[in-house]
């Protein structure tokens, strides 16, 4: 019997326990709603020890055209860092007094990707960033 504690992949390893309990590939596939084509492209992957490929992977192709370039994008991210109480569109702002050109929903979208979308985060970011030394003890 296989175990797994990942969600994505729960409902293939249980299908494939199903089948070794029931000792019914046909029975197992037909309780579980699928077909034996795909119970046997599943019992492959294991078999092959790859359990990582039973996860969904997404066939969607990454639409580039939406993102800003690597330049706005460092720009926004130390932005976001040496400002963090600044909103989205402040930073929009004080960015284009800089010469870079990005929206306040463009900011929000970087900062999405980059997990520094709330004030907290943004501080904790400035956190790792700078590394404030412990003080000395002196006696």
Same mark, same amino acid.
């Given at each position: 019997?296989?175990?797994?504690?990942?969600?994505? #992949?729960k409902?293939k390893v249980?299908l494939?326990?199903?089948?070794?309990?029931?000792?019914?590939?046909?029975?197992a596939?037909?309780v579980? =709603?699928?077909?034996?084509?795909?119970?046997?492209?599943y019992?492959?992957l294991?078999?092959?020890?790859?359990?990582?490929?039973?996860?969904?992977?997404?066939?969607?192709?990454p639409?580039?055209?939406?993102?800003?370039d690597?330049?706005?994008?460092?720009? &926004? #991210?130390?932005?976001?860092?040496?400002?963090?109480?600044? =909103?989205?569109?402040?930073?929009?702002?004080? !960015?284009r007094?800089? =010469?870079v050109? &990005?929206?306040?929903? =463009?900011?929000?979208s970087?900062?999405l990707?980059y997990?520094?979308e709330?004030?907290?985060k943004?501080?904790?970011? !400035?956190a790792?960033? &700078?590394v404030?030394?412990?003080?000395?003890?002196? #006696?």
């Amino acid at each position: 019997m296989l175990h797994t504690n990942n969600q994505i #992949i729960k409902h293939k390893v249980g299908l494939l326990n199903l089948a070794e309990v029931l000792q019914n590939v046909s029975r197992a596939c037909k309780v579980m =709603g699928v077909s034996r084509d795909t119970f046997h492209r599943y019992q492959e992957l294991v078999q092959s020890g790859d359990m990582d490929a039973l996860i969904n992977k997404s066939r969607r192709v990454p639409n580039l055209k939406n993102r800003v370039d690597d330049a706005t994008e460092l720009a &926004v #991210i130390d932005f976001a860092t040496q400002y963090p109480a600044y =909103g989205q569109h402040r930073t929009s702002n004080e !960015l284009r007094k800089k =010469g870079v050109f &990005v929206s306040g929903s =463009g900011v929000r979208s970087i900062w999405l990707r980059y997990d520094l979308e709330n004030f907290k985060k943004r501080l904790k970011a !400035l956190a790792a960033k &700078v590394v404030i030394p412990p003080k000395n003890n002196r #006696i």
